[in-house]
């Protein structure tokens, strides 16, 4: 059975799109195949209020490794063909998210053949840069203005010490408006990575967002729809870059980026 894609949507800074881009991104790839799409936000777990879901089961009750013909049972349903794997109902506690409890569920659900998409938190935690290592394609959304961009270069300087590759990073453009003083154009020679594209901030979504109707918000014929298809030809046409060879499964990993690790526990 061939792989889901896996792609991870990041930032370091909150606010700027990760979540929504998240959605529309999954809505788009289970037009095609079986999606899940994680929340890996631990801090602020918002997919079960976005998408209204249950949140039952969700990554606090993943069980490890799944066999490919069970995992849709460790999922919730959301559209025939988009599964959602909700965020731990406990807040704060590191170990209601753990890295290995990411890895057991990202691997299980691309082995199953599912896409993958990762909406992750600001900020590294074990399970984000769990999903950042697994990840075929890490996007980073920004927001036109200064306090988003910035953080991009410090994230662009530490990629060799976190051991990610970054030639699986590509940033895009979530907000654009017209008269805002970064463009697009700007920030393609500001960005450390390579822009994907751009989606327009959207009145009509936000509305649509706070009636409770995402999928309407985010289906393909709307700007922000459009715009989220246009990127992901960026990336689905694209070969992701090689991924170093698996480590052993629950090995590994989390000792290779320990440094990181330990000092964020500490
Ligand atoms: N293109 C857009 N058009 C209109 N509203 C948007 C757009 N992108 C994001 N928003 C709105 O902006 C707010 C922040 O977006 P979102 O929650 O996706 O950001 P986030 O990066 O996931 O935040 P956090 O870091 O808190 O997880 C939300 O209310 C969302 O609906
Ligand atoms: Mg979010």
């Given at each position: 059975?061939?792989?889901?894609?896996?792609?991870?949507?990041?930032?370091?800074?909150?606010?700027?799109?990760?979540?929504?881009?998240?959605?529309?991104?999954?809505?788009?790839?289970?037009?095609?195949q079986?999606?899940?799409?994680?929340?890996?936000?631990?801090?602020?777990?918002?997919?079960?209020?976005?998408?209204?879901?249950?949140s039952?089961?969700?990554?606090?009750?993943?069980?490890?490794?799944?066999?490919?013909?069970?995992v849709?049972?460790?999922?919730?349903?959301w559209t025939?063909?988009?599964?959602?794997?909700?965020?731990?109902?406990?807040?704060?506690?590191?170990?209601?998210?753990?890295?290995?409890?990411?890895?057991?569920?990202?691997?299980?659900l691309?082995?199953?053949?599912?896409?993958?998409?990762?909406?992750?938190?600001?900020?590294l935690?074990?399970?984000?840069l769990v999903?950042?290592?697994?990840?075929?394609?890490?996007?980073?959304?920004?927001?036109?203005?200064?306090?988003?961009?910035?953080?991009?270069?410090?994230?662009?300087?530490?990629?060799?010490?976190?051991?990610?590759?970054?030639g699986?990073?590509?940033?895009?453009?979530?907000?654009?408006a017209?008269?805002?003083?970064?463009?697009?154009?700007?920030?393609?020679?500001?960005?450390?990575?390579p822009?994907?594209?751009?989606?327009?901030s959207?009145?009509?979504?936000?509305?649509?967002?706070?009636r409770?109707?995402?999928?309407?918000?985010?289906?393909?014929?709307?700007?922000?729809?459009?715009?989220?298809?246009?990127?992901?030809?960026?990336?689905?046409?694209?070969?992701?870059?090689?991924?170093?060879?698996?480590?052993?499964?629950?090995?590994?990993?989390?000792?290779?980026?320990?440094?990181?690790?330990?000092?964020?526990?500490?």
């Amino acid at each position: 059975m061939a792989k889901g894609l896996v792609i991870a949507l990041w930032s370091p800074k909150g606010g700027v799109g990760k979540t929504l881009l998240s959605v529309a991104i999954a809505l788009r790839l289970s037009e095609r195949q079986r999606t899940a799409i994680i929340d890996g936000n631990a801090d602020n777990p918002d997919l079960v209020t976005l998408l209204q879901s249950s949140s039952l089961p969700n990554i606090g009750t993943w069980p490890g490794r799944v066999a490919p013909e069970e995992v849709e049972d460790h999922l919730v349903r959301w559209t025939s063909r988009l599964f959602v794997l909700p965020g731990p109902t406990r807040f704060i506690d590191e170990a209601v998210l753990s890295g290995e409890a990411m890895e057991a569920a990202v691997r299980s659900l691309s082995e199953a053949g599912l896409h993958v998409v990762v909406d992750l938190s600001a900020g590294l935690r074990d399970s984000t840069l769990v999903a950042l290592d697994l990840a075929d394609w890490v996007l980073l959304p920004v927001t036109p203005d200064l306090l988003a961009l910035t953080p991009l270069r410090r994230v662009a300087r530490e990629l060799d010490f976190l051991k990610l590759p970054a030639g699986k990073f590509r940033v895009v453009v979530n907000r654009e408006a017209e008269g805002q003083e970064i463009s697009p154009a700007d920030i393609r020679e500001l960005s450390p990575f390579p822009v994907l594209g751009a989606v327009p901030s959207s009145r009509q979504t936000a509305q649509a967002i706070n009636r409770g109707d995402l999928q309407a918000a985010l289906a393909a014929s709307t700007p922000v729809g459009k715009a989220v298809a246009a990127v992901l030809r960026g990336i689905v046409e694209t070969e992701p870059s090689p991924q170093p060879a698996a480590s052993a499964f629950g090995a590994g990993l989390l000792a290779r980026l320990w440094p990181i690790a330990g000092r964020e526990g500490a």
